[in-house]
């Protein structure tokens, strides 16, 4: 599987907007699934959103953030993107975009453990 690389993090106020990207530097198809994941301090990873990298438009939120996230992809730009609104202070946390060549029967928030793949982390801070 290719290098994953997170970018798009930083710091806003509570209501603001980012969008984090995860670029992939080998063949973005040597993955099947990609999910995004946050981890606080003194809290365990969470997994946020998480799709198909080929096929169809299959995602799956979690509930903390469903109606203000939405995951994409671009494939010719070996990207998958997390685009955050309405932010919250409660949304702040390391960021990581994680792959497998895992592929659920249906879209489903897979654990962190069951990805073998993982970008470095950007960090998003959201301040009221």
């Known amino acids: 599987q290719g290098q994953l690389l997170e970018s798009g993090g930083g710091s806003v106020q509570t209501g603001g907007s980012l969008r984090l990207s995860c670029a992939v530097s080998?063949?973005?198809?040597?993955?099947?699934?990609m999910g995004w994941f946050r981890q606080a301090p003194g809290k365990e990873r969470e997994g946020v959103a998480a799709?198909?990298?080929?096929?169809?438009?299959?995602?799956v939120y979690a509930d903390s953030v469903k109606g203000r996230f939405t995951i994409s992809k671009d494939g010719p730009k070996n990207t998958v993107y997390l685009q955050m609104t309405s932010l919250k202070p409660e949304d702040t946390a390391m960021y990581y975009c994680?792959?497998?060549?895992?592929?659920?029967?249906?879209?489903?928030?897979?654990?962190?453990?069951?990805?073998?793949?993982w970008g470095q982390g950007t960090q998003v801070t959201v301040s009221s």
């Open positions: 994680a792959s497998t060549v895992k592929w659920p029967s249906t879209a489903t928030m897979l654990t962190a453990s069951e990805y073998d793949n």
């Open positions: 799709t198909y990298i080929a096929g169809g438009r299959d995602t």
């Open positions: 080998g063949y973005f198809y040597a993955s099947n699934y």
